[in-house]
């Protein structure tokens, strides 16, 4: 077999693995998990607070910027990984140092502005401008 199908075939393989995992705790759950379904129990429930009006309710847009953050530094810790195994090749190591110098640069300049407006505090007295 080529040495080149030999990757393709061990990432097959941890996906068919995957795939029964899945299957197989699926199955576990519905046959040992105790069910005793009540009306109380078949009703929405999100975040502590009973639902009493439509689907739609009014957000305010700070929470929006509290999950962008949160996606920013997601990111940057999933960027920072692959990089530090790179790191280690003597011919991308310092082109991949320079590329990470300007991400953890610009992550720095988001996270600066967002601290200017305000938006990491937790008070809620204080609004972003």
Do not use: C
Not at 93 to 113: D, N, P, Q, R, Y
């Amino acid at each position: 077999m080529s040495s080149g199908l030999t990757g393709y075939l061990v990432l097959a393989g941890v996906g068919v693995v995957g795939a029964l995992l899945f299957a197989a705790s699926m199955t576990a759950r519905r046959l040992l998990a105790p069910r005793a379904p009540s009306p109380a129990k078949l009703t929405t429930y999100e975040s502590g607070v009973d639902p009493v009006t439509g689907g739609w309710a009014q957000s305010h847009i700070r929470y929006v910027a509290y999950a962008f953050l949160y996606v920013v530094f997601a990111v940057d810790a999933v960027y920072l990984f692959p990089w530090a195994l790179v790191l280690r090749n003597h011919r991308l190591g310092v082109v991949s140092l320079v590329e990470m110098g300007i991400f953890i640069a610009v992550v720095l300049v988001g996270l600066l502005h967002a601290a200017r407006r305000g938006l990491l505090t937790w008070s809620d007295h204080k609004e972003p401008q």
